[in-house]
């Protein structure tokens, strides 16, 4: 087995994007995404739009995954695909597709937990990256997750806290949205951000005992500050775009940092990879950075295209799950909500 190749094709369709990949080992070949525009207009993602155009992407992306990698159909190992948490349709295009294939051509299934996956991928090899070392504290940071997990192994995961309402990412986009800006707003929050006085409008931060996380207050603080200041001075968003979002950006940081500084001291463990789409946030990346120059931290920090929802995640637990030959039968079925093993 460690000196035969394994090639797996990994398909993710748990949200708005139709990504697939081809993992040779640990190492990603090809790792195509196509995003779902269409939701702008919407500010937000509409399930039904988003399991159609899955529908529409998932052959071509497989396609051009396929060819990116140089690999034919035939030399797969097998096929991992997210199971869930995600949206059902949109998984359920992802997963009857993999079941198709698989049943095709005659090689095992892999079911794969997006959120298992979002840690997991720390374990890709790239040049220059450092895998964490077990155990380990996993920060996952997404638009519907909010969790702090020990990782003890592979598959061996425990959640400490999550969010009890709101997550970190869908925190981001609801106040951007409530000082005007476009469809998805944490991006647009976070490049405003780093031009302003993260100081300038201090919000509270809710009281929330143990490790777990709530954002509802926050979000609802900061909506009428917004209503309270735009009676005084209706341009007072255009006046201060730049520090409300560096104030609501640095609070949200904090928020995290001090959930996580706790996990810390509770457990006595101080490596720490984040994963997630709010990964790719420069205001937690720098925190982090600074905890590890200030705490003696070991952190892990994806790359970029590692952080939002993509398939190499996906596939990398494929490796990991083949090598165990721990395979799914063709009767599994999406699950929207489904909990980390």
């Not at 993602?45 to 155009?53: D, F, M, T």
């Not at 300038?200 to 609802?220: E, N, Q, R, W």
């Not at 950006?249 to 509770?266: E, G, P």
């Not at 931290?297 to 721990?326: H, S």
């Amino acid at each position: 087995m460690k000196n035969q190749n394994i090639y797996i094709l990994a398909i993710e369709s748990s949200c708005d994007d139709t990504s697939a990949a081809v993992m040779q080992n640990d190492t990603t070949l090809s790792n195509v995404v196509a995003t779902q525009k269409i939701h702008e207009e919407y500010g937000g993602v509409v399930p039904e739009l988003a399991s159609r155009a899955h529908q529409q992407h998932i052959v071509p992306v497989i396609h051009q995954a396929l060819a990116k990698a140089k690999i034919d159909k035939n030399q797969l190992s097998a096929i991992a695909f997210t199971r869930g948490p995600g949206l059902l349709g949109s998984l359920l295009v992802g997963t009857s597709f993999a079941k198709s294939l698989s049943l095709g051509l005659g090689i095992p299934l892999i079911e794969v937990n997006h959120m298992q996956a979002h840690i997991l991928a720390h374990f890709i090899k790239e040049e220059g990256s450092r895998n964490p070392v077990f155990p380990f504290l996993a920060m996952t940071i997404s638009g519907g997750h909010t969790q702090i997990v020990l990782v003890r192994d592979y598959f061996e995961m425990e959640i400490l806290g999550e969010t009890l309402d709101d997550a970190v990412g869908e925190a981001f986009d609801k106040t951007a949205k409530i000082i005007g800006l476009p469809y998805p707003g944490g991006p647009l929050v976070d490049e405003l951000a780093q031009k302003g006085n993260p100081r300038a409008f201090p919000f509270p931060k809710p009281k929330v005992k143990g490790l777990d996380f709530s954002f509802s207050g926050l979000k609802t603080s900061i909506l009428y500050f917004i209503q309270r200041e735009t009676a005084q001075n209706p341009d007072f968003i255009e006046q201060n775009k730049e520090d409300i979002c560096a104030s609501i950006q640095y609070t949200i940081v904090s928020i995290l940092m001090d959930k996580l500084k706790k996990a810390v001291k509770q457990t006595g463990i101080k490596r720490v990879a984040i994963g997630g789409g709010v990964s790719a946030n420069s205001g937690i990346r720098a925190a982090l950075k600074k905890a590890e120059k200030d705490s003696g931290w070991q952190t892990y920090i994806p790359k970029f295209e590692y952080c939002t929802d993509n398939a190499a995640m996906i596939g990398i637990v494929g490796y990991l799950k083949y090598r165990e030959a721990t395979f799914a039968d063709q009767g599994i079925s999406a699950k929207a909500r489904y909990d980390i093993p």
